[in-house]
T-cell receptor, first 113, second 115 residues
Framework: AQSVTQLGSHVSVSEGALVLLRCNYS??????LFWYVQYPNQGLQLLLK??????LVKGINGFEAEFKKSETSFHLTKPSAHMSDAAEYFC???????????FGKGTRLSVIA | KAGVTQTPRYLIKTRGQQVTLSCSPI?????VSWYQQTPGQGLQFLFE???????NKGNFPGRFSGRQFSNSRSEMNVSTLELGDSALYLC??????????????FGPGTRLTVL
C-alpha cells in the first residue's frame, strides 16, 4: 500500500525566507508524486508533479521539488516566501496501476511579514 | 477550457436526511474521484468512477454511494446523514486513472453542514 507522510502540520516562515515543506512517501512500485495547494474555501490546485522524467521538478509560483529515491522524499521548496503563499499544501502519491491518489495530511504554511 | 464544477457549493441538512452532490468534470476527462475533507482526518478518498464504472472505493460506510453518467458527470449520495458527515466534499477529474494520467483537477467543493 502507498502512503505519504508530511512532517509538520504547520510551518511558519518570514516573508522572503526559504520555504521547505517535507514529504516522504512509501511505495512498492515506482511512484508518481504531486504537490497541491489549497487556499481558504477553495479546491486543490496542482503545483507540480514528478513522473519519472527529471528528478528536479519546477512548478508554478516559483515552487520546485526534488525526487530523492534513496530517501523516499519529495520535499517542496521555494527560495523566497511571499505573503500570497500562505495556504495549505498537500503531497500525494499514486502508481502507474489502477490506484487512487493517496494524500498526506497537509501542511499549513503561514508567512509572517 | 472550463474547470471542474460542483453544485451546490453550500448545503445545510439535518440528521437523518439524505443529500445528493453533483460534479461536472473537465471536458474530455473520463475519471471522477470524490474526497471528503475534514480538519481531523484530512483528505479521505471516497470513490472513483471511470466510464460509468466504479474502479475504486475508500473505507466509507454504505451510506455513501455514487454514480457516473455517460457524459462523465458524477453524483454522490449520502443517506441517513450524521453529524460527522459535515465536511467539504471535493470532486476531481482526470483524463484516466493511474500514473501520470492521474493528475487530478479539483473543483471548489461542496460544503455540507449537518445539524
Amino acid at each position: 500500500a502507498q502512503s505519504v507522510t508530511q512532517l509538520g502540520s504547520h510551518v511558519s516562515v518570514s516573508e522572503g525566507a526559504l520555504v521547505l515543506l517535507r514529504c516522504n512517501y512509501s511505495s512498492s512500485v515506482p511512484p508518481y508524486l504531486f504537490w497541491y495547494v489549497q487556499y481558504p474555501n477553495q479546491g486543490l490546485q496542482l503545483l507540480l508533479k514528478y513522473t519519472s522524467a527529471a528528478t528536479l521538478v519546477k512548478g508554478i509560483n516559483g515552487f520546485e521539488a526534488e525526487f530523492k529515491k534513496s530517501e523516499t522524499s519529495f520535499h517542496l521548496t521555494k527560495p523566497s516566501a511571499h505573503m500570497s503563499d500562505a495556504a495549505e499544501y498537500f503531497c500525494a502519491v499514486t502508481s502507474s496501476g489502477n490506484t487512487p491518489l493517496v494524500f498526506g495530511k497537509g501542511t499549513r504554511l503561514s508567512v509572517i511579514a | 477550457k472550463a474547470g471542474v464544477t460542483q453544485t451546490p457549493r453550500y448545503l445545510i441538512k439535518t440528521r437523518g436526511q439524505q443529500v445528493t452532490l453533483s460534479c461536472s468534470p473537465i471536458s474530455g476527462h473520463r475519471s471522477v474521484s470524490w474526497y471528503q475533507q475534514t480538519p481531523g482526518q484530512g483528505l479521505q478518498f471516497l470513490f472513483e468512477y471511470f466510464s460509468e464504472t466504479q474502479r475504486n472505493k475508500g473505507n466509507f460506510p454504505g451510506r455513501f454511494s455514487g454514480r457516473q453518467f455517460s457524459n462523465s458527470r458524477s453524483e454522490m449520495n449520502v443517506s441517513t446523514l450524521e453529524l460527522g458527515d459535515s465536511a467539504l466534499y471535493l470532486c476531481a477529474s482526470s483524463l484516466a486513472a493511474g500514473g501520470s494520467y492521474n493528475e487530478q483537477f479539483f473543483g471548489p467543493g461542496t460544503r455540507l453542514t449537518v445539524l
